[in-house]
C-alpha cells in the first residue's frame, strides 16, 4: 500500500468511527474510574488537586517564583503543567493502547487504527475538563485572560493531532517492540525538562532558544500561554508554528505507513 | 482477505458456495533474537525459521451450512477460523468470503471494573452495533444471561461462569451472515449450554453458515452438516459426521497411548481410520 493509501485508510477509518471512538472513550474512563466514589468527576478531581499540590509547593512552601511577564509563577505554571499533563497521559496511554486491546483484536475483526485514536479522546475529555478547572484557577488569582483566548482550541486540536500522530507510531512500534514504552517514558521525562514546562528559558541562551524553537512540546506550551494569558501574536509563532507543523505532519504520515504496513502482522505478534 | 467482498449475502442462493479457501498456508515465524525480529518484520522476503500451522488447506462452505471443525489440540482448528473471520492473514493461499463473518467468543471484550450492563453497551459498541440497535438487544441480551441482580454489579464480582454467560449472551446477538463457534458452547451448565445451542440452532434455521470448532463430538454429530478433520495443519479429509467422527474418535484415542516420537510423524490416513473404526 502506498503513501496516499495508508494515510487515507487510517483517515477514512478514524473519520467513520467518530462517533464510537467517543463512546469507547467513554467506557475507558468509566473502566478507569470504576468502582470509586466520586466517578467521572475525578475527571476535574485529579487537576484540581495537581494544582492544589504545585500551590502549596510554589506558594506557601518553598515561596519561590517571580511573576512571569506580569503574571504570577503558579498561574503560568498550572497552565503548562495542565497542558503537559495531557500530551503526556495521551502519549504514555496511546502507546499501550494496543497491547492492551489485545483480546478483542485476538476476536474480533475491528478497524485498528481507532485503538490508540480511542485513548486520545479519552485523555482529550479529561483535558477539556482539565482546563475548566485552569480557567477556575486564572479568574481566581485575578490575571486577565487575554482577548486571544479564542485560539486555544486551535493549539488543543494542535496537540491532539500531534499526538495522534505518535500514538500511530508507538502503539505499533510496541506491539513488535515492548521496550518502546520504558524508552518512551524516560524519554518524555527528559523532554519535560528541555520544555517550558516549570522553567522559562533565558532569552540569552542560544542553544536553548534553539531546542526550543525545534521543540514541538514548546510551541504548544507557548501557544497555550499566549491564548490564555498574555496575548498572541502571530509573526512570533510563524516560524515555529511551521516547524511544529511539518514536525506533525511527518510524524503522522510515518504512523499510517508504518500502521498499515503492520498490522497484519500485529494479531500473530500479540 | 479481500474486504471488497464483503457484503451482505441474504439474497444469495442456499448451497453458494460462500467460503472459498484455496491452498492456505499460515506460517507462523519463532525469531530466537532481536535482530532476527528486527530483520524479519522489516525486511521482505528474509528467511527466518517457522512453525506451520497450516499447510495448504482447501475447503469450500456453502451457504446454509454446518460445518465443524474437529482436530487434536494444536491441529490448527482455530487458526483456520480466525482466517475465515478476517482476523489474520494467510501467508500463501487465498481466501474469499461472501457475507459478514462474526466469531461467538464468550470472555474477550469484557471489563472487569465495568457493570454487567456498562459490559453489554461496551461489548457491543466494539462488535459494531450503534447506540440505537443497542437499546433494542440490551434486554434481550439481559434476560438471555440471565444473571439477575448481578447484572448491575461489576464484572469482577461475578463467578466465572456467570461472565461467560453474558459474554456469550452478548455475542450470540449479533447477526452475521457466518457465525465461528470456537469453543464458545461450553461455559456454563448444561441447563446454559442447552440454552446456547438453542441459540445457534435458530442462527442455522434462518439459514446462516456456522462453522463449529469444538471437542464436544457428541454435540458435533446432532448438529453438523459436514465435518472437516485436520491434523497438524493439514486436510485429513472431510465428510458427514458419521464418515468423519468415529475415525476421529478412535485416531484420538490411539493418540493417547503413542510416544512422543510416534506423534510427531503420524499422519493418519482416512480411508485406514474408517475401515478400522466404521
Known sequence: MGVFGSVKTVVSEIWNNKVRLFRLAKYELKSQHGGTFFGFLWNFLNPALQILVYWFVFSVGLRRGDDIDGVPYIVWLVVGIICWYYMNQAMLGADMSILNFSDVLKRMSFPIAIVPTKTVAANFITHICSMVIVFGVVLASGAKISSSVWLLPYYIFASTFFITGYGLIASTVNVLFRDFHNFSNTALRFLFFISPVMWEPSKDNGLLMLIMKLNPFAYILNGYRDTILYGWNFSENLTTGLIFWAISIAMFIAGCILHMRLRHKFIDLL | ?278
Not at chain 2, 463457534?181 to 446456547?196: I, M, P
Open chain 2, 1 to 278: 482477505m479481500n474486504t471488497d467482498n464483503i457484503l451482505k449475502n441474504e439474497s444469495l442462493p442456499a448451497g453458494e458456495d460462500v467460503v472459498v479457501c484455496s491452498h492456505i498456508t499460515k506460517d507462523y515465524p519463532l525469531y530466537s533474537t532481536f535482530g532476527e525480529k528486527l530483520k524479519g518484520l522489516l525486511i521482505k522476503n528474509t528467511r527466518v525459521s517457522t512453525f506451520r500451522a497450516l499447510d495448504d488447506i482447501s475447503l469450500t462452505m456453502k451457504k446454509g451450512e454446518c460445518v465443524g471443525l474437529v482436530g487434536l489440540n494444536g491441529s490448527g482448528k482455530s487458526t483456520l477460523a480466525s482466517i475465515i473471520t478476517g482476523i489474520t492473514t494467510p501467508t500463501k493461499g487465498t481466501v474469499s468470503v461472501k457475507g459478514e463473518v462474526s466469531m461467538l467468543c464468550a470472555s474477550s471484550g469484557m471489563r472487569p471494573q465495568l457493570s454487567g450492563v456498562d459490559n453489554i453497551r461496551f461489548k457491543c459498541l466494539l462488535l459494531g452495533f450503534n447506540e440505537k440497535q443497542i437499546k433494542e438487544i440490551e434486554q434481550d441480551i439481559i434476560d438471555f444471561a440471565d444473571i439477575g441482580i448481578h447484572i448491575n454489579q461489576p464484572v469482577k464480582t461475578y463467578s466465572s461462569g456467570m461472565r461467560s454467560r453474558l459474554g456469550f449472551a452478548i455475542s450470540a446477538h449479533i447477526n452475521p451472515d457466518i457465525l465461528i463457534v470456537d469453543e464458545a458452547l461450553a461455559v456454563g451448565d448444561s441447563s446454559f449450554t442447552e440454552k446456547s445451542l438453542a441459540k445457534v440452532d435458530e442462527f442455522k434455521e434462518s439459514g446462516k453458515t456456522i462453522v463449529f470448532v469444538s471437542h464436544a463430538v457428541t454435540t458435533m454429530t446432532s448438529f453438523c452438516d459436514r465435518v472437516i478433520w485436520i491434523n497438524q495443519g493439514k486436510l485429513v479429509g472431510a465428510g458427514t459426521p458419521d464418515e468423519i467422527i468415529k475415525p476421529y474418535c478412535g485416531f484420538a484415542r490411539e493418540f493417547n497411548g503413542m510416544t512422543n516420537e510416534q506423534r510427531k510423524s503420524i499422519m493418519p490416513d482416512l480411508k485406514e481410520y474408517q475401515e478400522k473404526y466404521c
